[in-house]
């Protein structure tokens, strides 16, 4: 149900892509204006990018597997990976065509009424970019999150545009209209660099963001006023998903049942903390042996006290 309510975004998306193509590349074919090129070349690489992620969110949906037992939410990551790809490519197409413009400036016709369809096509971009911003945060899905951010993007492209052709209008410098386009695939290059760079980091296994793991920490915390102490918390992010495993200290004396009834409650509650996916495990050690206390990390520590069974 989660990933059906993502897909409405991603429709959304195509949507405001494909009518601010029309848009902006009628506002180009008006006035012949480089920045308005630049500016509709972004929304064409919105469009291929917004159907790679509902493609990409359509595999992430697919349950766990005997191939991938941890699920497919890392397919997340592919979509903006490939989106910020798509990004540096029509910044370079920008740059490419933009040149020839600086050397044989070219005079633009029909402005008011390209600035016009211009306009109306960034307020059409705003209101989908926020809107896919606030549920990618909401959800903790990159795929919203990168498909608005990069619409947000487009918007400032617009907004510079907009006013680079202003001035062209008004001073009659037409030069200025291809500065503005490779101005413009600068920005486009930048943003492209940091979708894949945090794509890269959560196909590197990173640690949930700050303000959930102070939740998860500040919980912990609390138990112990039930003398049950904490160690080794370890977190990925997975797409939506998190993962969460921690080593939980109970006294010795608990039988094997009280310590796993207690080891669910807490995992569940740890769960219940958030809106997206969350898996939690644990381990139960004896809070009054002072080699349970020894953190493990990925690679696990010999406990040479302990005695072979």
Known sequence: MEQNSLKQFIYLSIAAAVATILLKFYAFYLTGSMGFFSDALESFVNLIGAIIALIMLHISAKPADKEHEYGHTKAEYFSSAIEGALIVLAALSIIRSAVPRIIEPTPLENLNIGLLFSLGASLINLVVALILIKNGKKRN?????????????????????????????????????????????????????????????????????????????????SLKEKNIDYHSLMTRQAGQRMFISVHLLVPGWWTVKKGHDYADLIEQSIEDMFDVPVTVS?????IEDPASMNDIGIYRQKKNNINNP
Do not use: C, F
Request: aromatic residues 6%.
């Open 282 to 286: 644990t381990h139960i050690e004896p």
């Open 141 to 221: 899905s990159i795929v919203l999150e990168a498909d608005g951010k990069h619409l947000m993007t487009d918007v400032w492209t617009s907004i510079g545009v907009i006013a680079g052709i202003l001035v062209v209008k008004l001073t009659g410098i037409y030069i200025l209209d291809p500065i503005i386009a490779i101005l413009v695939a600068i920005n486009i290059i930048y943003t492209g660099y940091q979708l894949i760079s945090r794509s890269a980091s959560g196909l590197m296994d990173a640690s949930i963001s700050e303000e959930a793991m102070k939740k998860i920490t500040a919980y912990l915390d």
